[in-house]
Each structure stands twice: as C-alpha cells, then as structure tokens.
C-alpha cells in the first residue's frame, strides 16, 4: 500500500492476470475432466458393442459428448452416400434392378477419415480455446514485473540524486520495493507455464483417443460391410 505508483500499478496488472490464469486452468480443468470421463464411458461400452445397431444405441442414451457425436457424424455419411451411390447407380442404368450400393468408393472413405478428423479437432479446440491466453500470461508476466522494477530503481535513484544520500539505507528500500514487481512476475508466471505445459498434454492425449475412436468407427463399419 506504501509502495510508488509505478509498482502499485504494476502489481495490479499482475494480480488481474494471476486471477486470469486461475480461471482460465480450473475451467480448462473442470471441461477436460468431464470430456474425458464421457470418453472413457462411451469407449468402453463401445468396445463392447459387436454390431452398429449397438453401437447407435449407446450412441442416443449416452451423456453429450465427443465420442457420440462422431460416431453419429459418421453414421449419417455413410448413410448418405450411399443414397448418393445409389442414385447414381440408377441413373447409370435406369432400366435394371440395380441393388442397394453397400461399400462406398475410396475417396469417400477417405473424406469421411478427414471429416472425423476435423470434427475431433474442433472438439479438441472447444475444450483448450483459452490455453494460449496462459501461454501468453507466463510469457509476459516475467517481463511486467521486469519493468515495473526497472521503473521502480529508476524512480529510487532519480529520489537519491534529489535528496543527495547515496548510503545503503537511503538505497535498499527503493530497489526491495522495485524487486517486488519481479517477485510477484515469477508468482504469477510460474503457475500459468506450470498450467499450460500440463493442461496442452493432456489435451494431446485426449485428441489421440479422439483419432483412435475414429478409426474404430471406420473399421466397426468396414466389418459390417457399411463401407
């Protein structure tokens, strides 16, 4: 409170961006969290399921998730294009009776692999929307709390030059207080770099479970002869 308005100023940055960076990793935290454990449920049961129709029911009563939502993205492509497919069967040969198309061609199987893969990014990205805001909070509180220390021992030596006393007792107290914009820097980097690093590996490998459930999709409907 008896600090220069340079520091007050200062910590009051800091101390909004400490707030920030907590936020920001108990949300981050409370969505992973509960993202993962919908996964985890949905996984197993799914693991479990021998035929689609099975795995479509898990699918309806299943909590909103990731894993539901993909599976039932690719139900509905598949779908359609095999109504596509067999449109254009028909209209290759109007005259025979041309059965339902079963197997899809390989560049639509490839763009349902790309469509899964963009939906699991876009869940991934859902989830870690504010994580850079950490990475930038880390970066930057160090270099904050440097200036404000800068400003502060200039402040204390420009007092120094007007008063004349330049003995240690007319020193310390400037430069400790200008020191306290770095301390409360590290205070407030420290947790957010900590935050960061653990929060983006973590969001990896719920991305990776992501891509394997995607592949299990495609291969559950290679063996039931959907695709």
């Known amino acids: 409170m008896n600090a220069t ?22 949300g981050v935290w409370r969505s992973l969290a509960r993202a993962t454990s919908h996964a ?29 939502r993909l599976f039932q993205r690719a139900i509905s492509f598949v779908a359609d294009a095999r109504v596509a497919n067999q449109q254009l069967r028909e209209r290759a040969t109007p005259t025979a009776n041309t059965p339902t198309v079963a197997t899809l061609s390989g560049s639509q199987i490839e763009t ?35 200036l404000g220390t800068v400003l502060g021992v200039i402040d204390a030596f420009v007092g120094i030059a007007a008063k004349g006393s330049g003995n240690l007792s007319a020193v310390a107290p400037g430069v400790g207080e200008a020191l ?6 590290l205070t407030v980097a420290i947790p957010a770099t900590f ?9 990896n490998r719920y991305d990776s479970r992501l891509e394997n459930f ?14």
């Open 40 to 68: 985890t449920r949905f996984a197993r049961d799914f693991d479990r399921a021998e035929r689609v129709e099975e795995a479509a029911a898990l699918a309806k009563v299943a909590p909103p998730g990731a894993l539901p």
């Open 112 to 146: 349902l692999h790309l469509l899964l893969d963009s939906d699991a990014s876009d869940e991934r990205d859902k989830i870690g929307r504010f994580l850079p805001w950490l990475a930038t909070i880390g970066s930057v509180s160090p270099l904050i709390g440097l």
């Open 180 to 185: 306290m914009a770095t301390a409360a820097a």
């Open 5 to 26: 308005l340079v520091t007050q100023i200062v910590l009051v940055i800091l101390a909004f961006l400490s707030l920030l960076s907590w936020s920001i990793m108990f």
């Open 195 to 203: 935050g960061y690093n653990i929060f983006a590996s973590r969001l």
């Open 214 to 227: 995607s592949t299990a999709v495609i291969a559950l409907l290679v063996r039931e002869g959907r695709i």
